[in-house]
């Protein structure tokens, strides 16, 4: 191998690439980056089995050649190497030399022969926009459980429901819906894309301004947009029927100013106790909506909300880190309550806009 090229678009990718790479002792291999220089391009890959990468990236190519390179070493030296200049990597036997204009590097390489293949996705495809893809995902993942007992529920859903593209998840104490308008995507799409993947395509999409093409199959799923190709395991399991436990109606009906319960929320926190827990009092009666939490060691706290409120009287506790989470996917200035008595959820959306449904379950008191 002998190649040429840009140290910022080289660094970028090894970045992004590195992040796959880990500590595995039983497969010492996992921890290294891939580079393949061939064509005209040096192509970047890595895997940890369950999620895989590939960058390419353009490079003035003298000769051909593919080494494996420890991940955690190749990012810290090109780090610290200044960009706006060119770079050049020669491979020296088992090694691989990195050359700038002011210093000279020699990174010891491992048997490449070794490092398995990223799948090439083959099945169903289409394309969304990655703004729409990066908003679905986002406005739902912080609800995933983060234990692996239940892998069907560490994870983000993904199906098709009429026009939309709809991302869920849940860690059995709330659940986040996201529906997204999308075309071309068969009707009998549904994904169980394991949580631990979602941050990395999160991360690695996230400033993406293009269309990305999304194939899958029972057992994979590909993203794939410019230079850039990210394949996942997908999860054999069912996600649990959670329209049920949606309710359909409401006996108590709050409207709310976003930023006064964000704020509300905030002060309660200071008091709240080991477990999170905050109290909501709301009576349409007495035009009362109040939050109350206490703290054996700091206090107590009572706030009360300007709401327009509807229906019976009811109080119920809640973690009130639960609520906090969803208003990263609130765009509007107001939010809709919902309640149907003390032992269902409660339900937060959007005012004017559907597209977003979260359920937070009560706690017991």
Do not use: W
């Amino acid at each position: 191998m002998k190649t040429e090229c840009s140290v910022e678009k080289i660094k970028s990718a090894i970045s992004q690439v590195e992040r796959i790479t880990g500590k595995n002792l039983t497969l010492p291999v996992l921890n290294s980056i891939l580079l393949i220089a061939s064509g005209k391009s040096l192509k970047l890959r890595a895997t940890n089995l369950s999620l895989g990468i590939e960058i390419e990236i353009p490079a003035k190519i003298e000769k051909e050649g593919t080494i494996a390179i420890s991940g955690s070493v190749l990012n810290a030296v090109f780090s610290n190497v200044s960009p706006n200049e060119n770079i050049l990597l020669e491979q020296d036997e088992g090694n691989l030399l990195v050359k700038t204009k002011k210093s000279k590097i020699k990174i010891k390489g491992s048997p490449h022969e070794d490092f398995p293949t990223i799948p090439v996705v083959n099945g169903s495809s289409f394309e969304i926009d990655s703004k729409k893809l990066i908003e679905g995902i986002k406005s739902v993942y912080y609800s995933s459980s983060v234990s692996d007992i239940k892998p069907e529920i560490s994870s983000v859903f993904v199906y098709k429901d009429g026009d939309n593209l709809v991302f869920v998840s849940t860690d059995s104490f709330r659940l986040a819906e996201k529906k997204i308008k999308v075309k071309g995507v068969e009707d009998d799409m549904r994904i169980i894309i394991p949580y631990k993947n979602i941050s990395e395509i999160l991360k690695i999409f996230s400033e993406s301004n293009n269309n990305i093409k999304i194939c899958f199959n029972k057992n994979q799923i590909s993203f794939s947009s410019e230079n850039i190709y990210l394949t996942s395991r997908i999860i054999d399991g069912i996600f649990p029927d959670y329209r049920q436990i949606i309710p359909k109606e409401s006996t108590t009906d709050v409207v709310v100013l976003k930023q006064d319960l964000l704020n509300a929320l905030k002060i309660s926190n200071v008091f709240s106790d080991k477990f999170n827990q905050v109290n909501l009092q709301i009576s349409p009666k007495s035009k009362l909506f109040e939050l109350y939490s206490s703290n054996n060691d700091i206090g107590e706290n009572k706030t009360n909300v300007d709401a327009v409120l509807n229906g019976e009287d009811i109080e119920l506790s809640f973690n009130y880190k639960y609520f906090l989470d969803c208003f990263q996917s609130i765009s509007t200035d107001s939010i809709s309550i919902k309640l149907s008595g003390n032992s269902k959820p409660m339900v937060v959306s959007p005012v004017s806009d559907n597209s977003f449904t979260y359920l937070i379950m009560p706690m017991n008191r």
